[in-house]
């Protein structure tokens, strides 16, 4: 079945630095990728997407490039600040049927100034 | 608008007990999923609404859970003698349509079984 495997942390960094986050699927076809963020105390948000291979998804300084070849769609973002402090999740969603999201383990992301 | 809620936001059952949780999707959504998490893990899919019809309950972990949309908005999910591994946040989440349109999330029930 499908899966996505995603970077463990936690993950901590000083302000400014850049970030990577490793996420790679296993799927059939096509599937839609998707980060999710859940900031403290809030629920999951989407942060950005890409329904086709070597789109980018962007959204906030962050970036993802869905790349079919590797199957990943690595986050990254150029210059972190203390408020991107969160639990990053990488998601797919499958070609066929619903839309029903497979999520990666997450990611505790902590900026620290 | 209003999100997508959830209530109650906190629940302590023993083990044994039934529990029913509500979602209340954003008005208009016709897509309604949800979703468990257990500590640490990514959210799991346990079910799909379109409507009222329950289109996929194939992540559902038994037969002890149940989920119901009858109205074609607000739904409920079930849980009968619940069972300490039943302990996880479980949230759900409506999109407006198919066709990979971002679904959003509500805050979540913590599920706690003694």
């Known amino acids: 079945g499908d899966s996505v495997t995603q970077m463990e942390g936690p993950v901590t960094l000083s302000e400014e630095a850049f970030l990577t986050i490793n996420c790679t699927y296993t799927?059939?076809?096509?599937?839609?990728l998707f980060w999710y963020v859940q900031y403290p105390g809030e629920g999951l948000q989407l942060l950005l997407k890409a329904t086709k291979a070597d789109d980018k998804g962007s959204n906030k300084g962050f970036e993802a490039t869905y790349r079919k070849e590797t199957t990943s769609f690595h986050l990254e973002k150029g210059s972190v600040q203390v408020s991107d402090s969160a639990v990053y999740f990488c998601a797919l969603s499958p070609v066929w049927g619903n839309e029903k999201l497979t999520f990666g383990t997450g990611t505790r992301l902590t900026i620290i100034p | 608008g209003a999100g997508v809620s959830q209530s109650p936001r906190y629940k302590v059952a023993k083990r044994g007990q039934d529990v029913a949780l509500r979602c209340d999707p954003i008005s208009g959504h016709v897509s309604l999923f949800w979703y468990q998490q257990a500590l640490g893990q990514g959210p799991e899919f346990l079910t799909y609404f379109q409507n009222e019809a329950q289109l996929d309950k194939s992540g559902l972990p038994s037969d002890r859970f149940f989920a119901e949309r009858p109205e074609g908005s607000v739904s409920t999910l079930k849980i009968q003698r619940t069972q300490q591994e039943d302990s996880a946040v479980y949230l759900c989440?409506?999109?407006?349509?198919?066709?990979?349109?971002?679904?959003?999330f509500g805050p979540g029930t913590r599920l706690t079984v003694l």
């Open positions: 799927a059939t076809g096509y599937p839609s």
């Open positions: 989440a409506s999109s407006q349509t198919a066709n990979y349109n971002e679904q959003f």
